[in-house]
């Protein structure tokens, strides 16, 4: 798993405490030694190659539709 991280300099001691509560009750998938979230990859490996590419298409329709809503 990975190490343990700092406490960034924005949170105080208790958002600090409540976000490390929050991560411990809410795992991520299931990590290699590295924390990457292998998971993630097993799914997108089940998928086509052009159901990938049909996912990764409608997401960045997705970002190019909110780009626009924020201008």
Known sequence: MHEKCEKPDYMTDEQWEQFQAWQRAHPYGEQDENGIDISL??????????????????????????????T
């Open 41 to 70: 990859l097993r799914a997108n490996l089940k998928l086509t190659p052009t159901e990938r590419l049909d996912k990764l298409l409608r997401q960045q329709r997705f970002l190019a539709e909110t780009s626009r809503a924020r």
